[in-house]
């Protein structure tokens, strides 16, 4: 695509419910990050994707959150059991390989609004 | 923790003014980047410069690092109403393509 796509762009859940966020990057896009962003703060890393190598998932804060990568395309982060502190913006970003970084940086989606009430 | 401390955390100027945004970080880097972020969603990559570069220019925006005192800045000159953002800096360690981003400057250019 022309750009990275995240859906839904908000979700309101129940806290206790289970929630699962979309991205799917610019294709050919070997490289896939997750932040998230508390109101008025800078980006958490979560986790990233490099091709077909073991995602990093030192970001993660909690066993209730895991994603995975299908295919070396889409990505869906789930968040299992909401609370209240999860509630955020969830941004998703690629680029064409993390060797690369340095040339192109990151292309960010516009983000998923996650409230939890 | 966070890589980087931006300073200050907002930044209010009249239009035509000159813009200068800080960022320090506490370990050794591969490349910085700054990204510029409206209303509270996506990010967009302005410019990045390597660990071996002490300054870069882009359009009205110039960057510099100085790895000794490991900070850098980024100068928007002639600022616009439309450069009311929040502006990132973010850390490349390694090459791992993993960023750390810090808090971020508020900017308000004011018409």
């Known amino acids: 695509g022309a750009g990275v796509s995240q859906s839904p762009s908000n979700k309101v859940t129940e806290k206790g419910k289970d929630v699962e966020l979309r991205c799917d990057p610019i294709?050919?896009?070997?490289?896939l990050y997750w932040y998230r962003q508390s109101l008025g703060q800078g980006l958490e890393f979560l986790i990233y994707f490099q091709g077909n190598s073991a995602p990093d998932k030192s970001g993660l804060p909690s066993d209730r959150f895991s994603a995975e990568r299908t295919g070396g395309s889409v990505s869906t982060l789930t968040i299992q059991r909401t609370q209240q502190e999860d509630s955020a913006v969830y941004l998703c970003?690629?680029?064409?390989?993390?060797?690369?970084?340095?040339?192109?940086?990151?292309?960010f989606g516009s983000g998923t609004r996650l409230t939890v009430v | 923790s966070q890589q980087g401390e931006e300073d200050p955390q907002a930044l209010s100027i009249q239009e035509g003014e000159n813009a200068t945004m800080n960022c320090s970080y506490k370990?050794?880097?591969?490349?910085l980047q700054w990204y510029r972020q409206n209303s509270g969603r996506g990010l967009v990559h302005l410019i990045l410069i390597r660990s071996n570069e002490r300054e870069k220019h882009s359009g009205r925006l110039r960057v510099t690092l100085d790895t000794s005192k490991k900070s850098s800045s980024l100068l928007i000159t002639a600022s616009r109403a439309a450069d009311t953002a929040s502006y990132f800096c973010?850390?490349?360690?390694?090459?791992?393509?993993?960023?750390?981003f810090g808090q971020g400057t508020t900017l308000q250019v004011k018409p």
């Open positions: 970003a690629s680029s064409p390989r993390s060797g690369r970084i340095d040339l192109y940086g990151y292309t």
């Open positions: 973010a850390t490349g360690l390694g090459n791992t393509g993993k960023l750390i």
């Open positions: 370990t050794s880097i591969n490349n």
């Open positions: 294709s050919g896009h070997t490289a």
